[in-house]
T-cell receptor, first 110, second 108 residues
Framework: LAKTTQPISMDSYEGQEVNITCSHN???????ITWYQQFPSQGPRFIIQ???TKVTNEVASLFIPADRKSSTLSLPRVSLSDTAVYYC???????????FGQGTELSVKP | DGGITQSPKYLFRKEGQNVTLSCEQN?????MYWYRQDPGQGLRLIYY???????QKGDIAEGYSVSREKKESFPLTVTSAQKNPTAFYLC???????FGSGTRLTVV
């Protein structure tokens, strides 16, 4: 199973754009890249998923280079409520076991 | 509304006792999973089930047991053999992946 590596923590200020990069050197052809957000004492919440190039939805963008060995989650104009842990995962063919790393703890300050 | 429900939200257990955590989904998902989360850590997979009447051990199955008699239900039993059961337990189902709101288990 592909292993992911991402920064342990990041700090930002309200209104800034935040980019969290994840490396997944062993990603397989059928793997999808998925990002989750988790608040304390809650279950992870799906943010965005992609396979290649760029994906955008109402909350975030996901940039995936051609070699797919890394990906970047972009959160535009963060607010205090975006303070959470963000997990990058690779998912075989959109199914199978999710294997979580430690995630990135994002702290947004006023 | 479709979703995945975990109960109870908080659970206290005396040392040496078994306790069962409930997980129910009405999403018609085939696969269900149990994860454990310790403070400041990511989620670790305990058990998972791809279909009814079948389940496999995850990375930290020792001291836990599960059953999958119905598609909708995947209860997790924390046995007295689990040496450090105090943690936050999350249930999920797929596809697509959907998480419950978790059960916080404390051993007293």
């Amino acid at each position: 199973l592909a292993k992911t590596t991402q920064p342990i923590s990041m700090d930002s200020y309200e209104g800034q754009e935040v980019n969290i990069t994840c490396s997944h050197n062993n990603i397989a052809t059928n793997d999808y890249i998925t990002w989750y957000q988790q608040f304390p004492s809650q279950g992870p919440r799906f943010i965005i998923q992609g396979y290649k190039t760029k994906v955008t939805n109402e909350v975030a963008s996901l940039f995936i280079p051609a070699d797919r060995k890394s990906s970047t989650l972009s959160l535009p104009r963060v607010s205090l409520s975006d303070t959470a842990v963000y997990y990058c995962l690779v998912l075989y063919n959109q199914g199978g076991k999710l294997i979580f790393g430690q995630g990135t703890e994002l702290s947004v300050k006023p | 509304d479709g979703g995945i429900t975990q109960s109870p939200k908080y659970l206290f257990r005396k040392e040496g006792q078994n306790v069962t955590l409930s997980c129910e989904q009405n999403l018609n998902h085939d696969a269900m999973y149990w994860y454990r989360q310790d403070p400041g850590q990511g989620l670790r997979l305990i058990y998972y089930s791809q279909i009814v009447n079948d389940f496999q051990k995850g990375d930290i199955a020792e001291g836990y047991s599960v059953s999958r008699e119905k598609k909708e239900s995947f209860p997790l039993t924390v046995t007295s053999a689990q040496k450090n059961p105090t943690a936050f337990y999350l249930c999920a189902s797929s596809p697509p992946y959907t998480f419950g709101s978790g059960t916080r288990l404390t051993v007293v």
